[in-house]
């Protein structure tokens, strides 16, 4: 019974910045491992970041390693991805996902409606 709802999302320029956020409803965000994925438009979902159940490990993709950055707070039941420098490329679809694996990857069983990212000049 997880909830999961992304908001954030919008119309940003080359080089500017987002903060999506990924919000559970029912259960606390803190027994999951959370994952963020993006999905271009015609492509498939692809991995973005990951963050560990409650060791606080982290995991990012090539291609947004050192621009975004995952983050979790507890008190607030939710999970963040800062994206900063943004590129066209990052156009699209980004979801959370929610596992009961202690550590990233795993299997992510519970998926929000995801929320749309345009970077376009």
């Known amino acids: 019974q997880l909830q999961l709802v992304e908001s954030g999302g919008g119309l940003v320029q080359p080089g500017g910045s987002l903060r999506l956020s990924c919000v559970a409803s029912?259960?606390?965000?803190?027994?999951?491992?959370i994952g963020w994925y993006h999905q271009a438009p015609g492509k498939e979902r692809e991995r973005v970041s990951c963050?560990?159940?409650?060791?606080?490990?982290?995991d990012y993709a090539d291609s947004v390693n050192g621009r975004f950055t995952i983050s979790r707070d507890n008190n607030k039941n939710t999970v963040f991805l800062q994206m900063n420098a943004l590129k066209p490329e990052d156009t699209g679809d980004y979801y959370c996902?929610?596992?009961?694996?202690?550590?990233?990857?795993?299997?992510?069983?519970?998926w929000g409606p995801g929320t749309q990212v345009t970077v376009s000049s």
């Open positions: 996902a929610a596992s009961t694996n202690s550590e990233c990857w795993g299997t992510f069983g519970w």
């Open positions: 029912r259960f606390t965000l803190k027994h999951f491992t």
């Open positions: 963050i560990s159940r409650s060791g606080g490990n982290t």
